[in-house]
């Protein structure tokens, strides 16, 4: 963890986001799964340490679900955080002791502190800061995660049951491979696998 972030972090086992990962669907059965952009999606949650080892996901979840929905049914379902630790989510979640959204109605993402933007003017601001450098890793791993497994980006042609496991599955073996001393660097140099724009979005 960046050592500017101490003390005010140093209970905070990572961060948490969600993301929409295409799916097909029989067009009887597609209402809940089309996102607020129209794309068919389950919305897919992974949390992850500052070593970018996922450490928890909840995959299966409609593209309608919000962010906050699939957070509660994880911890429904025995996400549990121990006394004292915490997780970082973003201004869709509902701040609370174990999950640590930023201040609302003051800038937060880490792009909006970038060259040619303000440095944090007041205290709200820098704790936005400090916490958006921190966040960014989820959105690191969520990088990772589709560029090693082009089929993230698509719908695969499988029963929903088998579809909404594949990013389980992505997300076993990325830390098989961070395990094994993966070098993520390596995925700069690799071409997409599957191009979205090739394939068909309906079920057949």
Not at 123 to 135: G, Q
Not at 167 to 174: L, Q
Request: proline share 5%.
């Amino acid at each position: 963890m960046d050592t500017r972030s101490f003390p005010y972090f140093q209970n905070c086992l990572g961060t948490i986001d969600g993301s929409h990962v295409p799916i097909t669907m029989f067009s009887s059965r597609q209402a809940p799964w089309r996102n607020r952009k129209g794309i068919l999606s389950q919305n897919v949650m992974i949390a992850c340490d500052f070593d970018l080892n996922i450490t928890a996901i909840s995959c299966g979840w409609e593209g309608s679900a919000t962010d906050a929905r699939v957070l509660s049914s994880a911890i429904l379902k025995g996400f549990n955080l121990p006394d004292g630790k915490f997780y970082l989510v973003d201004g869709g979640y509902a701040n609370t002791q174990k999950f640590l959204a930023p201040y609302r109605r003051t800038r937060y993402h880490l792009k909006e502190f970038g060259h040619g933007h303000r440095r944090p003017q007041n205290y709200t601001e820098l704790f936005n800061h400090r916490r958006a450098v921190l966040r960014n890793h989820v959105e690191r791993d969520w990088g990772i995660l589709k560029k090693r497994f082009p089929i993230l980006h698509v719908g695969a042609f499988h029963p929903i049951r088998n579809q909404i496991k594949i990013p389980a599955a992505a997300a076993v073996f990325h830390n098989i491979i961070k395990m094994r001393g993966g070098d993520e660097a390596l995925l700069d140099d690799l071409p997409d696998n599957i191009d979205p724009a090739d394939c068909d979005s309906t079920q057949r």
